[in-house]
């Protein structure tokens, strides 16, 4: 199984202000994924982080507001830029996993933003 | 179109008890994976059990099995001999063909009493 370091674990950040979220997998993944929980609320995907290319966005989240880096198959970073309260939630990377390529997701321990 | 359904918002559980957590989904694709998730007041994510399409018997973890019933898309987990650790925000989630990308449901907040 996939072992994924995540921070900062919790923030408080000024409305206005950028926050980067740093994400470190113990082997190398293809595919990184980043998700975003909001209050009460179920996880919905931002993007898929490839290393090597841009990464790819879902409906609803653009690169400007949530530009994500890749520079290598361990690591990846999700800013949240000009920050309003509406982006307090928790956001969380992921990785496949498993002995059978699909069979398991691990997520990291999560970000959890408060915008003020 | 929602891909996963959970309807149960919450659920209250007798400690020793088993508890059942549904879950639909809707998907064209002939290969899929079906996972389960819980959530503690934490906010990790812990994955508890995977079933995919092609699996011929139902999966099971512990005290955790997942009812497979390909026929209605329904894919419901359960929880024997229910813990007061137990008490989390359990979600369904799945995968669709060669994709890893995981679609959630809107979860179920079990409470597990003494």
């Known amino acids: 199984s996939a072992v994924i370091s995540q921070k900062p674990s919790r923030d408080i950040c000024q409305r206005g202000t950028s926050l980067t979220i740093q994400c470190q997998v113990d082997s190398q993944v293809t595919m990184m994924f980043w998700y975003r929980q909001q209050p009460g609320q179920s996880l919905t995907l931002i993007a898929t982080a490839n290393q090597g290319s841009e990464a790819t966005y879902e409906s609803g989240f653009v690169i400007d507001k949530f530009p994500i880096s890749r520079p290598n198959l361990t690591f990846s970073t999700l800013t949240v830029s000009n920050m309003s309260p509406e982006d307090s939630s928790i956001y969380l990377c992921?990785?496949?996993?498993?002995?059978?390529?699909?069979?398991?997701?691990?997520f990291g321990q999560g970000t959890r933003l408060t915008v003020v | 179109a929602q891909k996963i359904t959970q309807t149960q918002p919450g659920m209250f559980v007798q400690e020793k008890e088993a508890v059942t957590l549904d879950c639909t989904y809707d998907?064209?694709?002939?290969?899929?994976?079906l996972f389960w998730y819980k959530q503690p007041s934490s906010g990790e994510m812990i994955f508890l059990i995977y079933q995919g399409s092609y699996d011929q018997q139902n999966a099971t973890e512990g005290r955790y099995s997942l009812n497979f019933q390909k026929a209605r898309k329904s894919a419901n987990l359960v929880i024997s001999a229910s813990q007061l650790g137990d008490s989390a925000m359990y979600f369904c989630?799945?995968?669709?063909?060669?994709?890893?990308?995981?679609?959630f449901g809107a979860g179920t907040t079990v409470t597990v009493r003494a």
């Open positions: 992921s990785v496949e996993g498993g002995t059978t390529p699909g069979t398991e997701a691990f």
């Open positions: 998907t064209s694709d002939p290969s899929y994976g």
């Open positions: 989630a799945m995968r669709e063909g060669s994709d890893y990308k995981l679609s």
